[in-house]
């Protein structure tokens, strides 16, 4: 049971920035989700706690009986393996509760400064493979073909950076993505030279505004990870952005120790 309520706080936040769009009225329908996410949160926290009084109700009921089980012949490995296996479930459920709620005010504080950004158009912020990740579209920050960013673009992604340094302990990823029209400049070999170096352009003015080289990667998909028909002027428009992907931490990610124990 207490996994089942981890996994739908988990498919909450999931879900949590799916459907963020441009508008103020998108932006205050997340923050209600956030809330609503908060009140599942202390309700986690309230089930931790009534385990841990189990627990310690265990734990004196171990002690009063240990000697009248010994006089019985009754060994006291089985219960104490069971105490342990309770208390280390416990203190799983309770790390998977941190790492939860330091994701979520670490989402809903990014929110909160890409406000200006999200409500003028130039950017969105989405949840994909479970990760969070912010699109710009092209068009802000690039003339069309090239790869050297606008005014428009510089701004833009100036207060991005701004927000972007004082995330700690996280890597980015800056991916470019093109539509599946040909590219024609002489300059680039196809749309996948393109996109890298706008990728790589991005990464670059973002390490002069103060994001961390160390914490920064570029990367170019080309055509090849479209998010709308191509077959359509709106969709090449949808397709040709740039991503900034927030990287989940080594400890966001699932204990694989047992896999690791079977593949010995």
Sequence with gaps: MRHAHFLVTAGLLTAWLAACGP?????DALANKFSRLQKEYEELEK?????????????????????KLENLGVKLDELDSDLANAKALNEQLKKQQEAAKKRLD??????????SLIAAGKLKVKIKDGKMFLELPSAILFPS????????????????????????DREFLVSGHTDNVPIKSGKFASNWE??????????KFLSEMGVSPGVLAAAGYGEFHPI??????????????????????????????DLEKELE
């Design 106 to 115: 670490t989402l809903k504080e990014m929110l909160g400064k890409f406000k």
């Design 145 to 168: 073909g090239k790869a050297s960013l606008s005014p428009e673009g510089e701004t833009t992604l100036s207060e991005v950076a701004a927000v972007l340094a004082q995330i700690k």
């Design 23 to 27: 508008s103020q009225e998108e932006y």
């Design 194 to 203: 393109l996109s890298a170096e706008r990728a790589l352009s991005v990464v």
């Design 228 to 257: 709308a028909d191509n077959s359509t002027p709106e969709g090449r428009t949808q397709n040709r952005r740039i991503e900034i992907t927030l990287m989940p931490n080594l400890n966001e990610l699932p204990d694989l120790s």
């Design 47 to 67: 089930l931790r706690e009534q385990d841990q009084d189990r627990i310690n109700e265990l734990l004196s009921e171990n002690s009063a009986m240990a000697s």
